[in-house]
């Protein structure tokens, strides 16, 4: 029994220690991809990816100026939001705010932006800021799984 748990905690650190290298761009081959939970609640994976309370203000000054004109925050959060994105991820959502706004220039914003704006949604919806920020890429985006927000 004792070599059950002692393979079972190596391999959550050797899990948590992959998931840290390609998360840091030091994999050469792409992420496994890892299904949603249908259960809503987020993979290990999902824990690992998160956002700073500095990406989260530049988001709100980014929403603030770039989306307030067409946009109010009520469009982005609480359950017509949630129950659109459900089981999907960030990188969804960004793909989504990437190819499709602003309106009248979609793709006109650098990436940092629309990845400090996806932040500030994320923080709307009750994910709680991290350490480290948000990348803009897809292998971390990817990752982080957009349901159970502020849910143990």
């Known amino acids: 029994m004792q070599t059950d748990t002692t393979s079972t905690h190596v391999a959550k650190k050797v899990t948590t220690l992959a998931i840290g290298a390609v998360l ?7 992420a496994p991809e890892t299904p949603n939970d249908p ?16 990406q989260v203000a530049r988001g709100y000054e980014g929403f603030r100026t770039m989306c307030g004109e067409c946009h109010s925050t009520g469009e982005f959060r609480g359950r017509n939001f949630q129950f659109r994105w459900r089981r999907q991820t960030a990188w969804d959502f960004y793909r989504e705010v990437t190819t499709t706004m602003p309106e009248n220039a979609p793709g006109a914003l650098t990436d940092q932006e629309y990845v400090d704006i996806v932040a500030y949604i994320l923080e709307l ?12 890429t897809e292998a971390a985006l990817d990752h982080f799984v957009m349901d159970s927000a502020g849910k143990p």
């Open 125 to 136: 919806n009750g994910f709680e800021p991290g350490e480290s920020e948000l990348p803009a």
């Open 24 to 30: 840091a761009g030091c994999a050469g081959t792409p």
């Open 39 to 54: 259960g809503g609640a987020p993979s290990a994976e999902a824990t690992l990816v998160s956002f700073n309370e500095e």
